[in-house]
């Protein structure tokens, strides 16, 4: 029996609690027999990796774990940040992961080393975010768009990195798939083989869910 594959990226979990959010992780990935994570699980603009290992979140490690979770990090959550606790959730932390799936392969990794872009995060700059909470502004700020306007504005703000990330899809083998997140804008194209799953965040989800001989970009809300 082929094992049933969730990857996901773009969560941004903080020390806040989000029960709505946690009620829908929880069946989503139940119903799954292995997952990946594709970069920013947490954040490291909001919260230490210390407080985001202590949080209310911890309650959906035990799941994680028990699914054989591949963590690959992503901008928001270097691997620099992390620690050994990181394997209380997941069985490997990788920059990238190729899965073979017959008849599918998808090379997944989060997405900023294909766009080019630089996150130099001084220390400095670190703790002036933790000190004047200026990611939890910028949530805030993106959380009321996203009510106003849906996904409309992610499309005008990501279209260039999705395009950026396409080009180097076509550089891969003619049978592997790209699978990357960052953008925060969803997208499947079967001609180039490139697939965004997107982000939970919200009320808004998208995730890439693989059955073995088929596989789906699902967006929905919870």
Not at 12 to 30: E, N, Y
Not at 137 to 151: C, K, M, T
């Amino acid at each position: 029996m082929i094992p049933k594959t969730l990857v996901i990226s773009d969560l941004h979990l903080t020390t806040a609690s989000d029960p709505k959010k946690f009620r829908f992780l929880k069946k989503l990935i139940s119903s799954f027999d292995r997952v990946i994570i594709n970069g920013d699980l947490w954040c490291v603009y909001t919260d230490t990796f210390d407080q985001f290992i202590n949080s209310d979140w911890q309650r959906l490690f035990p799941l994680l774990k028990s699914k054989k979770t591949i963590y690959l990090n992503g901008n928001h959550d270097e691997a620099k940040y992390t620690d050994n606790r990181i394997y209380q959730f997941c069985d490997q932390q990788l920059a990238q992961y190729t899965l073979s799936d017959p008849p599918f392969t998808f090379h997944i990794e989060h997405g900023p080393r294909l766009t080019q872009q630089k996150y130099p995060l001084s220390q400095r700059k670190l703790d002036l975010y933790h000190r004047y909470k200026i990611q939890k502004i910028i949530n805030f700020s993106q959380q009321l768009v996203l009510n106003l306007a849906g996904y409309f504005p992610i499309r005008i703000i990501s279209k260039k990195h999705n395009n950026l990330l396409r080009n180097f899809s076509k550089k891969l083998p003619k049978n592997q798939y790209l699978v990357c997140g960052h953008t925060h804008l969803p997208e499947y194209d079967q001609k180039n083989k490139f697939i965004n799953t997107g982000f939970i965040d919200g009320g808004y989800a998208s995730y890439l869910a693989i059955w073995g001989d088929s596989f789906e970009l699902i967006t929905t809300k919870y």
